[in-house]
């Protein structure tokens, strides 16, 4: 929780004040979770809707949960790329990093970048550059050994 958090409130203050941040959201990728994380139209994050449409998502990120890597790396990566939502980000505390993936295809992201936290994230993105300063993210202990 810490993490998505973390997250959040750097998007939060680099964002226009048009985007805000959104969790949880559905957006019909048809593989039965939502991101933990969206950016969308600040004007679409009071509404209730069913699902979002992924063309209305700037960026998505999720935060990696022990024993559910695969679903973060492999099916969401295919899932949103398919749908077409441009940029999507998977912080994961226990390798202390961030994936970065742009450029979805049919077949997944065909652009990724690995930061190590500690360094900052930034994406460019079609509503402008988005940072999240990774120092601060908690970090499994384990991933300190390895």
């Known amino acids: 929780m810490r993490t998505l ?5 750097a998007l939060d203050a680099c964002l226009p004040e048009e985007w805000g941040c959104i969790s949880q959201v559905p957006c019909g990728t048809g593989i039965g979770s ?11 994050i009071g509404e ?12 998505v990120a999720e935060v990696v949960d022990p024993g559910a890597e695969a679903d973060d790396y492999e099916v969401k990566d295919r ?9 999507y980000l998977i912080f994961d505390p226990c390798k202390a ?26 994406v460019e993105t079609g ?8 120092s601060g993210l908690p970090v499994d202990p384990a991933a300190a050994v390895s």
Request: glycine fraction near 10%.
């Open 127 to 134: 509503i402008g550059k988005l940072t999240v300063d990774t």
């Open 79 to 87: 899932a949103y790329a398919r749908r077409g939502i441009p940029h």
């Open 5 to 9: 958090m973390g997250v959040w409130d």
């Open 97 to 122: 990093q961030c994936t970065t993936l742009w450029n979805p295809g049919p077949d997944g992201y065909r652009g990724r970048d690995v930061i190590p936290y500690g360094d900052a994230v930034v």
């Open 48 to 59: 209730s809707r069913d699902a979002y449409p992924p063309e209305m998502m700037a960026l």
């Open 34 to 44: 939502a991101p933990d994380l969206a950016v969308i139209p600040a004007a679409a």
